[in-house]
T-cell receptor
């Protein structure tokens, strides 16, 4: 099992560009999440999906959209990137009591 | 909203015990977690405790829960340089499956 995988690992964007961060899990989990991690801020929830076909806003959803393409995949889209979106993005999935995290995508917006 | 607080840094000498503390505000918390994040990696669950427990021990790790004071601690015995990482406390209330994370404590282990 690969667990939770994320692509790309690193990305540099110019202000105003768009991109999609991909996430997939092979553990047959119903719930999936997108977080951003900033220095001194811990993890902040952007969006989550309780099950295939549903998505909900988290703590910091502005500037992002998500798609739960199927049970395995949950993508995060930045339509018009801003420097404030420079961060490390983590995808996670869960079933019952434990969340499993991907290795992260480090995004820089110039 | 609910809050989880941790100190940002802890420095210890190799071989000593480390104690990382956490406080939370949600009185309905049912699950409390400790996650470890190594440099350049995602978070990995170390251990968790149910709110009806006072203590849980797993090899070098001991978790203590004081539910009255809403205080959680993680003790690492015989701390090694490989334990250097960021440790996140998290809690989850019974009515939600989404945990609330603290800001993380950076543990630095000196040889």
């Amino acid at each position: 099992n690969a667990g939770v995988t994320q692509t790309p690992k690193f990305q540099v964007l110019k202000t105003g560009q768009s991109m999609t961060l991909q996430c997939a899990q092979d553990m047959n989990h119903n719930s999936m999440y997108w977080y951003r991690q900033d220095p001194g801020m811990g993890l902040r929830l952007i969006y989550y999906s309780a099950s295939e076909g549903t998505t909900d806003k988290g703590e910091v959803p502005n500037g992002y959209n998500v798609s739960r393409l199927n049970k395995r995949e949950f993508s995060l889209r930045l339509e018009s990137a801003a420097p404030s979106q420079t961060s490390v993005y983590f995808c996670a999935s869960s079933e019952n009591n434990e969340q499993f995290f991907g290795p992260g995508t480090r995004l820089t917006v110039l | 909203g609910e809050d989880v607080e941790q100190s940002l840094f802890l420095s210890v000498r190799e071989g000593d015990s480390s104690v990382i503390n956490c406080t939370y505000t949600d009185s309905s918390s049912t699950y409390l977690y400790w996650y470890k994040q190594e440099p350049g990696a995602g978070l990995q669950l170390l251990t968790y405790i149910f709110s009806n427990m006072d203590m849980k021990q797993d090899q070098r790790l001991t978790v203590l829960l004081n539910k009255k004071d809403k205080h959680l601690s993680l003790r690492i015995a015989d701390t090694q340089t490989g334990d250097s990482a960021i440790y996140f406390c998290a809690e989850r209330g019974g009515g939600s499956y989404i945990p609330t994370f603290g800001r993380g404590t950076s543990l630095i282990v000196h040889p």
